[in-house]
Each structure stands twice: as structure tokens, then as C-alpha cells.
């Protein structure tokens, strides 16, 4: 059988989910032709400026359009600006023959079957035999989208559902129709994983597939419990957002992102669609949800939902909430429950949920309701949706960003308890589930030789979940394969001679125990193993150094203690640097300060796509003092090209550093000079990573890995270079862009960044600049300014400017 690859996509429709699905593609190197149809009318400014219809211009002026708003939205949709190079543009009229050049058809036009059939109708007499057409569709059922058409049409068509925003959010549903290929499908959900970085899921074809199904159903149920528990939307937002390890919208601010008119349109759909469902009543809309509908409050898009937000007199604003007896807008009220305090000090999410409920007050029977709720609906969806219960519970994690999904909690509650707290409710579990209990079963999921097994229901047994041969799940190997373990770390054997190093502290902050962890790893790595990675599967890499440590430091004025723990961490880096064997950092999401230094030091970065990397000290008062700004200083001078202006690529790598650019994805890194071009790579499914960045490590063992020697050839610019940064910093500060305190801030790590005031251009060792690096972080933080920076920090997670 011939090898299907995807070099060219056409994309049908450029409207927000089109547009954000073509940038997508672009993302990962694919030639997007994105069509949509031609203007009826000519705009004022058009007929202006004299165009006809037929200008090529008019001609393809939505589809411009619409895509020039979707680059510029936020978050941004593409990995790096020029990625939207490789999409051109088009319409339905001139373009159409184009499609029949490329690999895939999607189809992501306007929700109304008579339309995709027109559309799709259109494309069969372009399209060529053997090609993938599919469609984005959120809710009509495919077995209708294809009738009528060609046997070949029909065998290579399906459902492909992203989730928007289609960058971040990793669900990747596949629906097929009734003549559709296994081989497509099959096809589709290797290419989702590898190539898309999602979470692929073949789902049935029934109203809403899985995600939207149970989505919506746990909203739709939210909003029914709300006015029978008489809670206010803030009180429901603290119990269903981060506490539960759902996203910071939690409920009521994710719905008003999304767009009211939105979740009412699948709900109603699949009012009318699932008529047999057992909670058919909950998709019915409750009263407030019919007036918000008439009076349009539908979210963001209209100014105001849930949440309004005004602007007051003196210019600043304010966020109203909307109090649901009685539809008026109120200042937001602070939601605090006594069994939420009780989890304060549980970091793992999963471990919250048998705290929550059990719960005395509001939010524990809040909890028991909603839960059960929950609990009774997805195990009555199998086998209607899906024939397994991993892939519901995929679903909900990648669709709509929960760290657990139904049967993971129900397992972390205990499924027996989960069977009470239904009975309470007067809700019964599927029969299947009682059935799993009595087989011997007594979870949905276990875990054997690092692999993740799910409850079978047709065969009654536990089953590995395929697919799982390219990942490595830390969470499943960790009890087996642990080498070292403190307060801080754990050091795991990945196998074939490669250890990794996680970091298990707060926000992965990087303490005296981290240290103390990375170097023990190397030791051991450098006594019996082959190489070493530096990788964990948290939501963030490393938020940077313990500045929390250094506060109480400075505060006591313990400056010998201060020195001797950057000395530390400097001395960490430079073993990352200078070890016997190869070092491979793999971060991903949150890689700031300290975590950034690290990734910087390594032999090798493999890079999430989503990983925000950056040198953020300026923030709290210091310089990059973990050889961040040493190493900024050694890249600029191997960038020197012969007849460079020398001191504008040391501007540039100083200007990094001091406006603390953060890198909104891996791709803006190289940018940055952050990651390097030739040396590290991204990955695009955060999922492969650790077993990409093992790969590697292996690989460059066995190529024959020496020990690099340090470096004493940088070349440094002295008096030169520090000139300029000052009399540059003096302007910044006269023209009030910097305080005073900044520029204090600025002009020590101009004097680092350029080697201190010598005569003229010299050769330095690395050790020369770490050790200006150091005395600069020091001087700062005896400065009362940088004090209040780094409390301030602490306090609110916000920066100071002083």
C-alpha cells in the first residue's frame, strides 16, 4: 500500500474555526489553499476606489479578510508570524480547480447541511480519486453530508472535528461515515497524534460526537444545579475552575469566551437530536438563559454576558457579575468555602477530589450532586458514543482542557462511592459498571510494566489502551523505575543507558533540593549510565529560581549564604554544560528565569511547541544570574560575523534580557537566540517529548559524545560596548521609558554583557563572566528597590516597576 503523506491541504471556508484550522496546518510545515466565496456586493471604500466585482481583489476580499483577523487575534494562532507564508488564498469560483492538486479537502463552512452538500458537490467534480475530503462539522450527522455522492468520495470522507481555538486545544474527533475506509481512519488518527500534536478520537456518529456531548451536558447540568442550590456564577467559577483542575474560566467566564449563542446552538441540537436521552430535561434552557438570549448578553463578543465589564470615572475598569435571580449586573462578590481551605495544601489534583466530596458545607454537596450527575450520564453513553471510556475521558481532557476526566475522578473518589452518592441522588450507574465490580474489577483504570490499562466492557477485563508505544508516561513509570528521589526531584530510569531528572517542587521552582537533585543525577548518569534528560510532565517546565529563598536571604542581609547559592546554581549549569555525557532539556509550557538558563546549558533542547521561554529577572530587579547573562553575551560574540557591527548584535542579545521578552512559542525562541538554529528541535505533541528527547540523548551517546572543554575564547567588547549601553539606558531614562531603578538594573548587566570597562576588545573564559554575573545579581539584591520587586512578586504574581 502506498504511503499517504500531506504536503497540500485545501480548506473550505475561512471563518474563524476555517482560518484558525488553515494556520494550524501552517504550523506544521503543510501548503494551505483557503477558499471561501466571492462578495456579492461592493464595500463604500471598494466602490471608491472604482472596482468592479470582477476585481481580483473584491474577488477575494472575504477570505483576506477573514484571515488577516484570525493572525492578528489572541493568542495567536500561528507558531511564528512568518508561518503565514504558507497559506494562500482564494475563492470558490477561480480556485476551485485547484483542488484537485492537493492531499485533503476540509470543508469548514456555515452549520446547515444543504449548504455542505452544495459545497461538497462542487468539489466532486475537482476533486482527485484517492484524495481525503472531510468535514469540520460540530454536530450534523455525517451518514447525511455524503449522499449522493461518488463510492470513491464516500470511502475517503469523514467527520474531522477541531476544537477552536485549533492550536491550543488538542482534541481531534474523527467520525466515520457509513462507507468510509478503516484504513482513513486509521490514517487520520496517526496523522492527528504525530503530525497535529492532538489527542485523536474516533467517535460514533451521534448528535454532538463525544466531547460537545458531555460538554455541553456538564454545563447544561451546571446550570440547572445553580438555581436549585441558589449558588452565585462567582461561587460556581471557584468551585469548577483550577481547585478541580479545570482552566481558570472555570464555567460561566469560559462560556462567555466561547459565546452563549454558541453552547445554546449545540444544546438544542442535541434537544432535538437524542430525544431517548435519559436527562433530556437539563438540555432544555432554563429561564436566564432565554433572556440573556432575547437582550443578545452573549459573552465577549457582545460586551457582556456572565461578566460585564465597565468602565468607571477616573478611567479604570471594573468587572460586574451578572446575579442570576435577578438579572441585574452587581460588583463581584469574593466566593470563599470552608472544604476548598481543606485542599489548600493538596498540590495534587487528583487527590482533592475524595476531600471535596465529603465536604460539610455548600461546596461538598455541590460536589456530590454534580458529580453523581456526571458520573451516571457517561456511564450510560457507553456503548451509545463510544465503546470505550478512555476515549470519553481523552475527550474532556484535550476538548475542554480538564486535567481528569469523568472516570479518572470517579476512580480517584472510589467507584463505589461514586455508586452511593448516585443512589443519594436517586440516579443509578449503567448496568456495565456494576457488572465490572463483580468481575473483580474494582477501578476503571490500572496500571502494569509502565502501561495504562481501561476496563473492557464487551470482554470484561482490563485492556491496554493502544497507541501508548511512543509516549512515556513519567506518572506510570515513576514507582518502578526510580534511581534517586529528594524533596525536590526524582530521578527515573527511562532504559537503554538514559535517566531523567523531574522536578517536583512548587511551579517546578528551582530550590537548593532541585540542585542538589540535577547533581546527584549527573553523578550517577556519569558513573553508570549514558545520558542524561531534564524533563517533566507538569503544566509548566520550571517557573525559574526559588525567588522566594533569595528574598529571605536579602532581607536578612545573609550575603555570604546569597553567594554561595548562585555560586551553586551557576556551578549546576556549567555541569549541564560540561558533563561526561550528553545533557538533553525537554520544556515545555511556563520555562522562565531559572528554567530558561537550564534549557540554555544543555547539550540539546527538544522543545515543546508551546513553550514560553524566557529571561524574566528584570522583573523582579536582577540580572540572569544562573549563566544566563554569561551565555547571552558568549552567543552574541559566536553570531560575530566578519564585518558585523559587533555592538548591534550585542545589543540585541542585551535587549533580550533586558526587556524580558518571553517567547510565545518555541519557534520565537530561535528568534530570540534563546533556542538555537541547527541545534535544538520542537516537537509538536507535548505527549512525545520525553521519549523524543530519550531518543536523542541515545543517539548522541552512541555517536560518540566527548566531554566539551571550556570555553576561555570569548570575545568581549569592554569600554567599547558599555559606552554605548549607557549613554542608550540614559536616554531611556531621561525620556521616562525606564525608572531610575531599571536603569540601575540595566547598566549591571551592560557591564557583564560587555565584560566589564576594559581598554579594548579581549578573549574571557566563561568562568570571568559568571563570576561579573554573580557580583551584579548580588549588588542588586542589597538595593531596597529590588526587595520590593521581588516581595511584591510573591505577593500578587505581578511585576513591580519602581
Not at 81 to 106: H, Q, Y
Not at 377 to 400: C, H, Q, W
Not at 784 to 800: A, D, F
Request: charged content about 25%; hydrophobic content about 40%.
Amino acid at each position: 500500500m502506498s504511503k499517504r503523506r500531506i504536503n497540500k491541504i485545501a480548506i473550505i471556508g475561512s471563518g474563524i474555526m476555517g482560518s484558525g484550522i488553515a494556520c494550524h496546518f501552517a504550523n506544521i510545515g503543510v501548503d494551505v489553499l483557503l477558499l471561501d466565496i466571492v462578495p456579492r456586493e461592493l464595500t463604500p471604500k471598494e466602490e471608491a476606489m472604482s472596482l468592479t466585482l470582477e476585481d481580483k481583489v473584491v474577488r477575494n476580499r472575504l477570505v483576506n479578510d477573514a484571515l488577516i483577523a484570525s493572525i492578528k487575534s489572541k493568542p495567536a494562532p500561528l507558531y511564528h508570524p512568518s508561518f503565514k507564508n504558507r497559506i494562500t488564498t482564494g475563492n470558490l469560483e477561480d480556485d476551485i480547480a485547484k483542488v484537485a492538486d492537493v492531499d485533503w479537502i476540509m470543508e469548514v463552512v456555515v452549520e446547515r447541511l444543504d449548504i455542505k452538500q452544495q459545497v461538497f458537490e462542487k468539489l466532486e467534480k475537482y476533486r482527485t480519486p484517492g484524495t481525503l475530503i472531510t468535514s469540520n462539522t460540530s454536530g450534523i450527522p455525517i451518514k447525511f453530508m455524503s449522499e449522493g455522492r461518488s463510492e470513491d468520495f464516500q470511502k475517503h470522507f469523514c467527520g474531522t472535528h477541531f476544537f477552536n481555538p485549533a492550536r491550543y486545544l488538542k482534541l481531534f474527533e474523527i467520525i466515520p461515515g457509513p462507507k468510509t475506509d478503516p484504513a482513513v481512519l486509521d490514517f487520520l488518527n496517526e496523522y492527528g497524534e504525530k503530525f497535529l500534536g492532538k489527542t485523536s478520537v474516533v467517535a460514533k456518529d451521534t448528535p454532538a460526537f463525544i466531547g460537545n456531548r458531555i460538554g455541553i451536558f456538564s454545563i447544561m447540568s451546571l446550570f440547572h444545579t445553580v438555581k436549585d442550590m441558589d449558588l452565585t456564577i462567582e461561587e460556581v467559577d471557584k468551585l469548577t475552575g483550577p481547585v478541580i483542575g479545570r482552566p481558570k474560566s472555570a464555567t460561566f467566564r469560559t462560556v462567555d469566551v466561547v459565546g452563549l449563542d454558541t453552547l445554546v446552538h449545540v444544546a438544542n441540537g442535541i434537544a432535538e437530536n437524542c430525544p431517548k436521552d435519559e436527562r433530556h430535561e437539563l438540555f432544555q434552557l432554563p429561564d436566564f438563559i432565554n433572556i440573556m438570549m432575547d437582550n443578545k448578553w452573549l459573552g465577549s463578543k457582545t460586551g457582556q454576558g456572565f461578566y460585564k465589564k465597565v468602565r468607571k470615572e477616573d478611567g479604570s475598569s471594573d468587572i460586574l457579575s451578572l446575579d442570576l435571580s435577578t438579572l441585574e449586573y452587581r460588583e463581584k462578590k469574593r466566593a470563599k468555602f470552608a472544604t476548598l481551605e481543606l485542599t489548600k495544601t493538596i498540590d495534587k489534583v487528583v487527590d482533592r477530589f475524595k476531600v471535596l466530596v465529603k465536604g460539610k458545607d455548600k461546596a461538598g454537596e455541590f460536589y456530590r450532586k454534580s458529580f453523581a450527575s456526571l458520573f451516571a450520564y457517561v456511564s450510560n453513553r457507553i456503548p451509545e458514543i463510544s465503546d470505550n471510556l478512555y476515549k470519553i475521558d481523552d475527550a474532556m481532557k484535550a476538548g475542554f482542557g480538564w486535567e481528569h476526566g469523568p472516570f479518572q475522578i470517579w476512580d480517584a473518589i472510589g467507584v463505589e462511592a461514586g455508586i452511593d452518592m448516585m443512589k443519594a441522588e436517586g440516579l443509578e450507574p449503567n448496568a456495565w459498571v456494576t457488572e465490572m465490580l463483580a468481575s473483580g474489577s474494582s477501578s476503571f483504570y490500572t496500571v502494569k510494566d509502565g502501561a495504562t490499562y481501561a476496563y473492557d466492557i464487551p470482554s470484561k477485563s482490563q485492556q491496554k489502551i493502544p497507541g501508548q508505544d511512543s509516549f512515556i508516561i513519567l506518572d506510570n513509570i515513576r514507582k518502578t523505575s526510580e534511581v534517586y528521589k529528594n524533596s525536590g526531584v526524582v530521578v527515573e530510569d527511562l532504559g537503554d543507558g538514559i535517566l531523567n531528572v523531574e522536578f517536583q517542587s512548587k511551579m517546578n521552582t528551582i530550590g537548593g533540593d532541585v540542585l542538589a537533585g540535577l547533581n546527584k543525577a549527573i553523578d550517577i548518569a556519569e558513573k553508570d549510565h549514558a545520558g542524561l534528560v531534564v524533563g517533566n510532565q507538569a503544566a509548566n517546565f520550571s517557573v525559574g529560581a526559588n525567588i522566594g529563598m533569595i528574598f529571605m536571604m536579602a532581607a536578612e542581609q545573609e550575603y555570604d549564604e546569597l553567594n554561595m547559592a548562585i555560586k551553586y546554581f551557576q556551578d549546576t549549569m556549567m555541569r549541564m554544560r560540561y558533563s561526561s555525557i550528553p545533557t538533553v532539556a525537554a520544556p515545555h509550557g511556563m520555562t522562565l528565569g531559572g528554567g530558561c538558563e537550564l534549557s540554555m546549558h544543555s547539550d540539546k533542547v527538544v522543545a515543546a511547541a508551546e513553550t514560553y521561554i524566557g529571561l524574566v529577572e528584570f522583573g523582579v530587579g536582577v540580572i540572569p544570574g544562573g549563566g544566563g547573562s554569561k551565555e547571552m553575551a558568549l552567543r552574541a560574540q559566536d553570531t560575530f560575523k566578519k564585518g558585523d557591527v559587533e555592538l548591534n548584535t550585542l545589543q540585541e542579545y542585551f535587549l533580550t534580557i533586558g526587556m524580558a521578552k518571553v517567547a510565545t512559542s518555541a519557534y520565537e525562541a530561535f528568534d530570540l537566540g534563546i533556542l538555537q538554529k541547527g541545534k535544538d528541535i520542537v516537537v509538536v505533541n507535548k505527549d512525545r517529548q520525553i521519549a523524543t528527547a530519550k531518543a536523542y540523548a541515545k543517539l548522541i551517546a552512541d555517536a560518540g559524545y566527548t566531554q566539551p572543554v571550556k570555553r576561555k575564547d570569548i570575545k568581549v567588547l569592554g569600554k567599547q560596548a558599555l559606552g554605548m549601553f549607557l549613554v542608550g539606558t540614559d536616554a531611556m531614562n531621561a525620556s521616562n521609558y525606564i525608572s531610575e531603578h531599571d536603569q540601575k538594573i540595566a547598566n549591571k548587566l551592560a557591564y557583564v554583557m560587555a565584560g566589564g570597562d576594559l581598554s579594548e576588545p579581549t578573549f574571557v573564559s566563561e568562568q570571568y563572566l559568571l563570576d561579573l554575573e554573580r557580583e551584579a545579581f548580588l549588588s542588586l539584591c542589597t538595593e531596597r528597590k529590588t526587595l520590593e520587586r521581588i516581595q511584591h512578586m510573591l505577593k500578587t504574581g505581578k511585576p513591580l516597576r519602581n
